[in-house]
């Protein structure tokens, strides 16, 4: 019980933090998983690709892939209440007030910086997904040859898929299912 209580805290902090979308809870949970050890950066990973090609938000199915991973599915359902809680007082706080500030020029000047925060939370969110992506930094760490830190395969095909994304104009999902079926059959 009171590690469901615990999973709940944590995403609850999470929640209300992370503001602007999934990949901005990328940041907590790397600080989660070295503070807890619930999960590996690498979990982290494979967390962002199911949560990419599974139906929601991807920082509420990413909190109830933590939390089953770490308790079962009542780790999952705490963390993902967890999560939601802030949303949902906040919302329920703002709807009531909101209207009374639209034109207020210090409400639009927070919400311009919070564009500002939610660029950065997101930017690091990119850098910590390639680290891992592309670079073998645990491999480097251990032989300190250069030639171990870069994930050739791993790079080439990201390289191919960002120039396929530019050329072909298809839903994004189809390069998520791509990968997902190519990741089977080729080990990377």
Partial sequence: ?????ILY???FKI????AGGGLA???FLYQLSFKTGWFTTAQIADMIAVSEITPGPLGINMATFSGFNTAGI????SATLGIITP???IMVIIAGI???????KYVKAAFTGLRAAVCALITIAVWEILKIALFNFPLYTKTSDISDLPLVKNIIFFILLVLLLRKIKVHPAVFIFFSAV???FVKF
């Fill in 182 to 184: 190519l990741g089977l």
């Fill in 87 to 89: 949303s949902l007082i």
């Fill in 9 to 11: 805290w944590e995403f």
């Fill in 98 to 104: 909101m209207h009374k500030f639209t034109g207020n």
């Fill in 15 to 18: 929640g209300l933090f992370a």
């Fill in 25 to 27: 809870t990328l940041p």
């Fill in 74 to 77: 009542s780790g999952g359902l």
């Fill in 1 to 5: 019980m009171i590690l469901h209580l």
